[in-house]
């Protein structure tokens, strides 16, 4: 297998350059967009305006793989680039050669290289901490935001666990945390839960009705919530120096559609 140019990544920016310069790429890894993160404009794709990312990354891979750009689906294993070679492993045990005169990398994951790295990750990463709400499901808040590092943000969507329409919500919080921090008690999920529950109740969130008081008012339960689970992702990036036929990209996805839409 021989292309003239190729993309390795995974990431937003790497999909939109291989689409709007027509490069096949290999996608190395099945992170995705948080589901929250915005663009800081609308981005006119296949006629219709985009803001969230994770709306057009998935919308940008389904008109790669229509087009023929995505002939390895998401399930490559390893890469290893040797020269004008990519060893490219979808499952154990067997290997393909992609021979290229360029390639472009947005994103280093399962990918070995032989060129210099020039830096090495910084230690902060966004720990997401996806809760099953028990008590207060029913609100109108769709957001909470503090200026604290842990549990900046709260997003309330509708509940995935529940069948059916119905409106109740679920939550995930979003902490920016270094690496020192990731292990420490007050930065864990028991903590975040605590944190969690304050906050809705401060907000005027609170749970079902639970019967009258002696005095007749109406008894309501505090709002409960239950982790589910912890994703954290490395905010970093590894550098490596660029050679001949390897190219090393550093853009976000404004710039990608700034500069090649």
Not at 101 to 116: A, H, P, R, S, Y
Not at 118 to 143: A, L, S
Not at 204 to 227: C, F, M, W
Request: overall charge negative.
């Amino acid at each position: 297998m021989e292309y003239k140019n190729i993309v390795i990544g995974s990431s937003l920016q790497a999909l939109l350059f291989s689409y709007y310069n027509d490069y096949p790429i290999i996608i190395n890894s099945l992170r995705r967009p948080f589901r929250f993160d915005n663009l800081s404009m609308d981005v006119d794709f296949c006629g219709e305006s985009i803001r969230n990312k994770s709306h057009l990354w998935f919308a940008v891979a389904f008109n790669l793989s229509l087009e023929g750009l995505s002939p390895f689906g998401p399930e490559v294993q390893a890469l290893r680039i040797n020269e004008d070679v990519i060893s490219n492993v979808v499952e154990p045990g067997t290997s393909m050669k992609i021979k290229f005169e360029k390639c472009f990398v947005f994103d280093d994951d399962n990918l070995t290289v032989e060129n210099e790295i020039t830096e090495e990750p910084h230690d902060n990463y966004r720990v997401f901490d996806w809760m099953n709400v028990r008590r207060g499901t029913t609100h109108g808040i769709d957001y909470l935001g503090s200026e604290d590092d842990f549990v900046r943000h709260i997003y309330f969507y509708k509940s995935e666990r529940i069948d059916g329409n119905h409106n109740k919500k679920d939550l995930v919080a979003v902490s920016f945390l270094r690496k020192e921090e990731l292990d420490e008690f007050d930065n864990s999920e028991t903590m975040a839960k605590f944190k969690i529950q304050k906050e809705m109740s401060a907000h005027g969130i609170i749970g079902a009705k639970s019967g009258l008081t002696h005095d007749g008012r109406q008894r309501k339960y505090n709002v409960k919530v239950e982790p589910d689970y912890r994703y954290v992702e490395p905010l970093g990036k590894r550098c490596y120096k660029d050679s001949e036929r390897v190219k090393f990209m550093d853009l976000t996805a404004e710039e990608v559609i700034l500069d090649y839409a």
